[in-house]
């Protein structure tokens, strides 16, 4: 049997793992004793011999994810156990049984202690992406513990993680069914009803961390004319009309995600003259838009998954809302949002409060807005608030 590693940090380096939190960086490692590879479990002790946890080690900048700050057996028994106790936290949360509401996220990485990991559970399809090395090499036995705590709840799997995972391992991985076979799948959030693609979908298929945001927006769209910028297949577009408005335009650069959002629009309202998918990029609609609009909707991509990267987000995202501020009907509604990690709530707050000063319009806060409960995040873990939004009344 391969002889643990044990790994020793610097003097000083180990405060952060002793508030528990999750990742041990390369630079704050004195020694390793053993040769790991990649995906192997590793010990990290402090410079005095202090066991401070166990985990998988990945040649990275984050060297080590930590699953337990016990001294214990980390295999299929272990990770069962944590999978088990992301079903109870969501049974908490009546997600599992919910007649109107059958997607979401089952397992949210640190926030569920599987550093590494991300679960989607999509009405019995679970779509696995994974984020480390450590993981994926786990896969056959978090695919049995999935059979376990789900049984017949489960109907299928799929892995998609080749843009997930590291380039140099990814190479020899592949996108693939684990259980079950292909097709769309039908789900039902709060009553709506969307059509997911796995395989060619952003995410894992569709943007479960916004639910309760939508359903936020049915409140504020009776009579609206609205526009979802970045609409991707449509979501906030289905929780508008749903909610009474006058009119509904999805904006959004990739014509498959365009062709989406009108199917969503067909399968819950028929045929309705209401909604148009516009094939377009954002920033140029917003230039010269085609109506006058009531409510909008700013939901892009990740501006800065690095942090090498922020300023130029930050400058991103103050242009992108300037110009949503700016033409704004007076009594508008605007919802804004941020999925960067690196992109501080704080941060994101300070550059739309530059786009509203550069309006030169009375601008008011009405929500701040976050990632739904199945998205948890640990208390020792605040990277994992990834999501941040705001509702604006633009005056």
Request: neutral net charge; proline residues 4%.
């Amino acid at each position: 049997m391969k002889e643990v590693v044990r790994i020793v940090l610097k003097s000083g380096k180990d405060q952060s793992a002793k508030r528990y939190h999750p990742w041990i960086f390369s630079g704050a490692i004195k020694k390793i004793y053993g040769e790991p590879g990649e995906g192997d479990i590793v010990l990290v002790f402090s410079n005095k011999d202090e066991f401070l946890g166990a985990g998988h080690y990945q040649d990275s900048s984050i060297a080590v994810r930590i699953l337990s700050f016990r001294d214990r057996e980390i295999g299929e028994a272990f990770l069962t156990e944590r999978l088990g106790d992301a079903v109870r936290a969501r049974r908490g949360l009546g997600l599992p049984d919910n007649p109107l509401t059958n997607a979401f996220r089952l397992v949210n990485a640190e926030g569920d202690g599987l550093p590494g990991l991300i679960i989607d559970l999509y009405n019995g399809a679970a779509v696995m992406q994974f984020h480390s090395i450590g993981m994926h090499r786990n896969r056959n036995a978090l695919i049995n513990g999935l059979k376990e705590v789900l049984g017949e709840k489960l109907t299928s799997i799929y892995d998609k993680s080749t843009s997930t995972l590291p380039s140099r391992y990814a190479s020899a991985q592949k996108n693939e069914y684990l259980l079950g076979g292909p097709g769309d799948t039908e789900i039902i959030e709060h009553g709506n009803k969307f059509i997911i693609d796995f395989e060619r979908g952003q995410k894992t298929g569709f943007y479960i961390d916004q639910r309760e945001n939508r359903k936020l927006l049915a409140d504020y769209a009776d009579g609206k004319k609205v526009l979802n910028l970045f609409g991707y297949t449509g979501g906030f577009s289905v929780y508008a009309r749903q909610g009474g408005a006058k009119l509904v335009h999805t904006v959004d650069s990739s014509a498959h995600a365009i062709e989406m959002a009108d199917q969503n629009m067909s399968f819950n309202f028929g045929e309705d003259d209401r909604h148009r998918g516009i094939t377009a990029d954002a920033f140029k609609y917003l230039g010269a838009p085609e109506e006058e609009y009531d409510l909008v909707i700013l939901d892009p991509p990740a501006f800065a998954k690095h942090h090498n990267v922020l300023h130029n987000a930050l400058q991103g995202y103050k242009k992108l809302n300037a110009k949503a501020i700016g033409m704004i009907r007076p009594g508008g509604i605007l919802f804004t949002f941020s999925c960067s990690q690196a992109v501080s709530r704080e941060n994101f707050r300070k550059s739309v409060f530059v786009a509203s000063a550069n309006t030169g319009r009375r601008v008011r806060i009405l929500h701040q807005l976050s990632q739904p409960a199945d998205h948890p995040v640990s208390v020792y873990h605040p990277e994992g608030e990834y999501l941040k939004g705001l509702v604006l009344l633009v005056d």
